[in-house]
Structures are given as structure tokens and as C-alpha cells.
């Protein structure tokens, strides 16, 4: 792996280029060191430069995917201290899985061989509160905001049988269960994790610290 190209005003660092050549233990390392430089405030801002944007038109390589809650302080490319060309982005409301979601997930892991999936839920989602809240009620939000709220049910219900009541612990579940739908849904991303070609962790991102903590892992990986 080579150095990561930087501005000319960024000290030369020791930052790795992320491949999809990597393995997915590589992959979680490249990220979980780019969230350590964030939450310690001294980000790299690597490959965000014009020389990046020019090698990018030949193609893309990303080190992940990452589905993760549609929320503007969930920003994937500054929270793991990434770049152009770096990751590979999916996000709903909630991270919620859909036909299109699946779609390109599968694309990331078939066609680009990404080999890592990270599921990026957040403490106070507001897709998750709407959805504990609708079921402490009884009541469902209007319009689309329901198939939401519907499809997030599921682990709000989950959470209830092991007997959570703190929406930032129903946020976990969320995540959690997301993985384990999407495994169960897609058989692609299945046949991936059980060939050791990607992984799927699921993780918590704390909006105050900075700091993104693993929760479920499919795959060969330590976390």
C-alpha cells in the first residue's frame, strides 16, 4: 500500500491509500485508524486534492461500503478521515434496507469487490425515536415517513423482548438487525462474507465523541 496523496500544506503523513485489493481485516483497519485520527482531532484529509479527482476517471476502488443513516452529521468521508474515491455511500433515512439499497450494495461487493460493509446507525436517530415512539403510542407518522417507521418495527420489537427502553439501545438493535436483514436478504453479500471476500460489522457513531463503535460482525474479522 502506498502513501496518500495530500494538499501541499498538509504535513507528509503515514496514511495508506485504501485498495480493493485489501482483505477485510485490512479494510477495518484502514477505517478504524482514519476514526481515530477524528475523534482525536488530527485528521489527514487525505485524497481530497485535484491530483485524486484526475485518477479517480479511470475508475474507483473503494476500501467500503458504507450504508448508513441518511442524518448531516453522519458525513462517512470525514468521520473515517477519508477522501475522494474512498468509500462507497448508501444512505436512507434510519438505514433502512430497500430494493435500490440492496442494489447497490451488491454492486459494491460484486462489481466494485469492495470487501468491506460497514451498517453506520448514530445515537438520538430520529428514525428510530419516531418508530419507538409510534409504538409506545400506538399511532404511525403520516405519508412516507411510515414505510420508515415500518420497516425499522422489527428491531424496536427485538429490543423490547431483551428488554431495552432507552431509544440510544434500540439504535443499536437497529443496527444489528440491519445486518443480520441484510445477510438474510441478500444472497450476493451472503455467498461474499461466507467466501471471506467482505465483511459486514454494523457500527454505533457517538454524535458528541466522534468515536464509531462495532456491534455485529458477519465475516472474518476482529473488531
Known sequence: MTPHTRPETTPAPDVVVPTSDLTPAEAWEVLAEGNRRFVAGEPSHPNQNAERR??????????????GCADSRLAAEIIFDLGLGDVFVVRTAGHVIADAVLGS?????????????????????????????????????????????????????????????????????????????????????????????????????????GTARPGRVHGDLAV
Open 54 to 67: 484526475s485518477d479517480l476517471t479511470a475508475g474507483q476502488a473503494p476500501v467500503a461500503v458504507i450504508f
Open 105 to 209: 450494495i451488491e454492486y459494491g461487493v460484486d462489481v466494485l469487490e469492495i470487501p468491506l460493509v460497514i451498517v453506520l446507525g448514530h445515537n438520538s436517530c430520529g428514525a428510530v425515536t419516531a418508530t419507538v415512539e409510534s409504538y409506545i403510542s400506538g399511532t404511525m407518522p403520516r405519508g412516507f415517513v411510515r414505510p420508515l417507521v415500518e420497516r425499522i418495527i422489527p428491531s424496536v420489537l427485538a429490543g423490547r423482548r431483551r428488554g431495552l427502553e432507552e431509544v440510544d439501545e434500540f439504535v443499536a438493535e437497529h443496527v444489528d438487525q440491519t445486518c443480520d436483514h441484510l445477510l438474510e436478504t441478500s444472497q450476493s453479500v451472503r455467498a461474499a462474507v461466507e467466501s471471506g471476500r467482505t465483511a459486514v460489522v454494523g457500527l454505533t457513531y457517538s454524535l458528541s465523541e
